[in-house]
């Protein structure tokens, strides 16, 4: 691949790039649930998307296939996984220990954060690494914001997924070596635990017909 074809995607590599970090505050900010995992969702669609634009080598095949497994599985089958077991739950709000507004302002915060520590680590080594660990560090503090202030474990699991597509997404610069395994083993991993956690939200539901956090504190021998 010629050096001209990459430059001219630069462009929509940050339009893709802000998109995501909109992404992260829209969760932070969102009071249900669906909006939750459409958000989710469409972030990895939009993460599914990046290899096309990362890859300078020249096999053609290559970034195809990566984009269509990661778009598939972040963009379609994660997040319908997320919409079956919420409708086996009763409807509830998002109910952050904080609220959305204050969760919003702390993750620009880390936003800022993730700006300063780019232009401080001085990560030159790799030109796209430099250009998406600001967003990827965003992403991932915005999982763990997530998974800490969040009463519900299903909530929980909306956090820990964006905390892996901020792993993934720091994995990406990556493409044009062609780590193809690694990524499927990732990928792997995370699909596991998704169903593993999945089943645990509604075995908890079933027990103690609640998947409130806070009711596991009382819990005794």
Not at 17 to 32: K, Y
Not at 111 to 133: H, I, P
Not at 139 to 151: C, D, E, M, P
């Amino acid at each position: 691949m010629s050096g001209v074809p990459f430059f001219s995607s630069m462009g929509w590599l940050h339009v893709i790039l802000g998109f995501i970090v909109l992404t992260d505050l829209s969760l932070l900010a969102a009071e249900h649930r669906r909006v939750c995992i459409r958000l989710i969702a469409l972030q990895g669609m939009l993460l599914g998307a990046l290899p096309l634009l990362m890859h300078t080598g020249e096999t053609a095949i290559y970034p195809w296939v990566v984009a269509a497994i990661f778009f598939g599985t972040k963009g379609i089958l994660l997040p319908w996984l997320l919409w079956r077991t919420m409708k086996q739950l009763p409807f509830s709000a998002m109910r952050p220990y904080v609220g959305s507004t204050v969760c919003v302002l702390i993750g620009l915060c880390g936003f800022m954060l993730s700006l300063w520590l780019a232009g401080r680590l001085g990560l030159t080594f790799n030109a796209l690494f430099s250009q998406v660990f600001p967003t990827s560090f965003t992403t991932i503090f915005a999982g763990l914001l997530l998974i800490v202030t969040q009463r519900t474990a299903l909530n929980q699991i909306f956090g820990y997924l964006v905390l892996e597509n901020g792993i993934y997404l720091l994995n990406v610069p990556m493409i044009q070596y062609e780590n193809l395994w690694l990524e499927l083993s990732i990928l792997l991993d995370i699909l596991v635990g998704i169903f593993v956690m999945g089943i645990a939200v509604l075995h908890i539901y079933r027990v103690f017909e609640s998947t409130d956090v806070d009711r596991f504190a009382v819990l005794r021998d």
